[in-house]
């Protein structure tokens, strides 16, 4: 391999996506750099100007002149760093969170677009042939908090909840067939009938692979919301994740609307419970039950949404 190579695939694929044209690719009015800022201010979680530049590799200046944009279009909001007071905090105001929504969805629908292109034969190879490329270029480096992405899910992902649902809750607890059903009918009454606006799915992906999922749907009880199906796989523990795919439910829930965040867990789950708590999340009831071919006790926990925003 030359330079030349390397430069030509470069050319190739900044082209395939958009690159050069980001706003009028995306119809929006933000370049592409800008959108990543965006993106880094959704979906990050540290926001201290300082961190958004290393993340990036963006000239101060440069970040500044954005992060001055964004201010006067009213997408966010700057102040000192509660860590750190020389350090600047930047924060998406509910307009940024709405126009980081959008690009990112016009983002997936392209990228969606692109690979309806690729036959389903070739996807796989496709895969493997990115995770080559980053995996080469990473050099061996472990991974860290910031490879980390949370994003909607695409084609395939709402099968891969299920599959690694079931997959991972026997080969850890033994639980047998009746979860996965269950696990089945959650994503299949989403995927059938849902409102974008009050429902959504997150998926944690690590180096192009998905590693982790969480759910936000609505309770039957008004002005509530049940957080389900929270996972971290096992290879991807210790980066935060479940931390992340929380705090992203506990974000929705609250600017959609809802007053309260509830949730259904079990005694076994201890790892998960731990994060619940370091939310806010209360036990309010246990009830032991045979289920998934073992005896558990079920537990209900809820965050009142009112409260933790005062």
């Not at 102040?79 to 980081?100: C, K, N, Y």
């Amino acid at each position: 391999m030359t330079v030349q190579d390397v430069r030509a695939f470069n050319r190739f694929y900044t082209n395939l996506i958009g690159a050069l044209d980001y706003s009028r690719h995306l119809y929006a009015p933000y370049t592409l750099t800008e959108s990543r800022v965006l993106y880094e201010l959704a979906h990050s979680p540290r926001t201290d100007a300082a961190d958004l530049r290393a993340a990036l590799s963006l000239d101060a200046g440069y970040l500044s002149r954005i992060l001055n944009r964004f201010e006067r279009d009213g997408l966010v909001e700057r102040a000192p760093s509660g860590d750190d007071p020389r350090r600047t905090r930047v924060t998406l105001t509910a307009r940024g969170r709405e126009v980081a929504g959008v690009l990112d969805e016009r983002s997936t629908e392209a990228v969606g677009s692109l690979l309806s292109t690729v036959p389903a034969a070739e996807r796989t190879r496709l895969a493997e042939a990115m995770r080559t490329v980053r995996e080469i270029f990473s050099d061996g480096r472990r991974s860290d908090r910031d490879d980390v992405v949370l994003r909607e899910p695409v084609p395939g992902d709402l099968g891969w909840i299920v599959q690694r649902n079931a997959a991972l809750y026997a080969a850890e607890f033994g639980w047998n067939a009746e979860y996965e059903g269950l696990v089945a009918r959650i994503v299949a009454d989403y995927a059938e009938d849902h409102d974008p606006r009050t429902e959504r799915v997150w998926i944690a992906e690590l180096h192009g692979r998905p590693v982790g999922c969480v759910m936000c749907v609505r309770d039957d009880a008004p002005a509530t919301a049940r957080l389900r199906l929270l996972l971290v796989d096992p290879e991807a523990r210790g980066l935060g994740i479940g931390d992340r795919l929380v705090t992203a439910v506990v974000g929705f829930a609250r600017d959609a609307g809802y007053r309260h965040l509830v949730l259904w867990t079990n005694d076994v789950l201890s790892a998960a419970r731990r994060v619940y708590q370091r939310h806010g999340f209360t036990l309010v009831a246990e009830k032991p039950h045979h289920s998934f071919g073992k005896d558990l006790v079920g537990q209900d926990w809820r965050l009142d949404l009112a409260a933790t925003r005062e």
